[in-house]
């Protein structure tokens, strides 16, 4: 069970690790996960109060709107990063956002996307982001589905051995496997 505190406890519990540490705090906003989500108004004064609690990613769906005034109230000065697996990075993207950090299989793909886009070819990066979207939004059905998705990737590519998931994790069955390959082939073909 997750403790779910108010936005003055979550306040206090940030500034108290900005305090001890020097170095820059990323904050994860993740409401589907922990049932707690963050207003852009306590980013922005955890932002305008501790200098090192510089950016966040938002997990929570729909994202656009709150990637906008977190960065509307902190002038830009804290640097927000689209989440959940990188479904809303095309928003993020045409909102200013810094970037994205997606599962590891969805990376390269992503940071193709992200290349494309800052060097002026919009389009070709929307293409790429359309093709993986499918395939992002199926694996974010659970975070066990997530996670064997990234592993199973990684496995494919020879960068672990194994995509086994530790008990107590939901495993897969023939269907999940089935439609795994094809998401996995569609967002591979060029």
Same mark, same amino acid.
């Given at each position: 069970m997750f403790v779910k505190p108010d936005m003055e406890n979550l306040f206090r519990y940030y500034t108290? +690790? @900005?305090a001890a540490v020097d170095i820059d705090i990323m904050i994860q906003d993740a409401p589907q996960l922990t049932g707690v989500a963050m207003p852009p108004s306590l980013l922005a004064r955890m932002a305008r109060e501790c200098p090192n609690l510089n950016s966040v990613k938002l997990e929570g769906t729909p994202a656009? *709107?709150?990637m906008s005034e977190v960065r509307r109230l902190t002038d830009n000065g804290m640097e927000v990063f689209a989440g959940w697996g990188g479904l809303s990075f095309w928003e993020g993207l045409e909102r200013g956002c810094a970037g994205c950090m997606p599962a590891a299989n969805f990376g390269p793909a992503l940071a193709r996307v992200y290349d494309l &886009? *800052?060097?002026?070819r919009a389009q070709?990066? *929307?293409? +790429?982001?359309i @093709? !993986?979207?499918p395939f992002? @939004?199926?694996?974010m059905q659970s975070i066990d589905l997530s996670i064997w998705c990234a592993k199973e990737s990684l496995r494919r590519l020879g960068v672990i051995a194994t995509a086994h998931l530790r008990e107590p994790a939901t495993q897969l069955d023939a269907v999940d496997i089935g !439609? &795994?390959?094809? #998401? #996995?082939q569609t967002a591979s073909t060029p």
């Open positions: 108290r +690790i @900005a656009g *709107h709150k &886009f *800052h060097t002026g070709d990066a *929307h293409g +790429i982001f @093709a !993986q979207a992002i @939004a199926w694996s !439609q &795994f390959e094809q #998401y #996995y």
